[in-house]
């Protein structure tokens, strides 16, 4: 029961971890952010906003998110490729429900968890996640998380 308690708090802090991670984001209509950890240590993270070399600019002039914006999830996925480490038996927290095009990486990836804090209108994600077995949490952060 202790050991629930204690991943339950870890869960809780990295997931407002992500949160405050998303205020690095340039978008305007949502902001995302993820963390990826491995063995309690995080070995990358990401927010949601266009490819590196682009202009910090989200979306049009009529307010839709330009189709090149990567997701926080794709930005901590492809930055653990950068590096000299691998996400697999990791644990990724994120602030919103993985889209379906994320949930395709987070299984590729090796990642075994998805903790996240805001669910989505569509569940194809979070639905395909689960059937790879990898688990699935909705952590509601509440006011001090600012979520």
Known sequence: MESNKKQYDL???????ASIWAENSYCQRRKVGALIVKDKMIIS???????SGF???????????KPY?????????????RSGNNS??????VTDAP??????LIIQAGIKRVIYAR??????GIE??????????????TEEGKL
């Not at 993270?45 to 490819?51: A, K, L």
């Not at 202009?55 to 998110?65: G, L, R």
């Not at 914006?69 to 490729?81: C, F, P, S």
């Open 69 to 81: 914006v990567l997701h926080a999830e794709a930005n901590a996925i492809t930055k653990i490729a």
């Open 55 to 65: 202009e910090n600019v989200c979306e049009d002039e009529n307010n839709v998110t």
């Open 88 to 93: 697999d038996g990791a644990t990724l927290y």
């Open 99 to 104: 889209c379906i095009e994320c949930a395709k």
């Open 119 to 124: 669910s989505y209108r569509l569940t194809e």
């Open 45 to 51: 993270d990401g927010y949601n906003g266009t490819p």
């Open 11 to 17: 869960d809780l802090r990295y997931l407002r971890m």
């Open 128 to 141: 395909l996640l689960k059937r790879a077995n990898i688990e699935v949490k909705l952590l509601e952060i």
